[in-house]
């Protein structure tokens, strides 16, 4: 069983930056595939990036390339999602999620537990 809890989100003004955190409970974080998502109002939840085990293989959504960078501490058992010059169309709550995996996967159905999400809001 893994347990997942998201930081870091807050309202900040488009072009900013944000790190949003996701601590993980377990003692095998390690062998597990990260992934955050997100869910605007009326939206369905989209993959935003994704993270292997080891941490070296990562993938993202093509709207956020260049800007968001994933990243992993499997001695802290916390995953980051690092965001750059942010837009207005990224508020969304983000959603941490972990599959006990060796291959990174990027849809949701594929995750097995998942966090309860942090608000991201940008302001134009």
């Known amino acids: 069983q893994v347990q997942l809890v998201e930081s870091g989100g807050r309202l900040v003004q488009a072009g900013g930056s944000l790190r949003l955190s996701c601590a993980a409970s377990?003692?095998?974080?390690?062998?597990?595939?990260m992934g955050w998502f997100r869910q605007a109002p009326g939206l369905e939840r989209e993959f935003v990036a994704a993270?292997?085990?080891?941490?070296?293989?990562?993938a993202y959504a093509d709207s956020v390339k260049g800007r968001f960078t994933i990243s992993r501490d499997n001695a802290k058992n916390t995953t980051y999602l690092q965001m750059n010059s942010l837009k207005p169309e990224d508020t969304a709550v983000y959603y941490c999620?972990?599959?006990?995996?060796?291959?990174?996967?990027?849809?949701?159905?594929?995750?097995?537990?998942w966090g309860q999400g942090t608000q991201v809001t940008v302001s134009s």
């Open positions: 377990g003692r095998t974080f390690s062998s597990h595939v």
């Open positions: 993270i292997s085990w080891s941490g070296g293989s990562t």
């Open positions: 999620a972990a599959r006990k995996s060796r291959v990174v996967v990027t849809t949701s159905r594929e995750y097995t537990y």
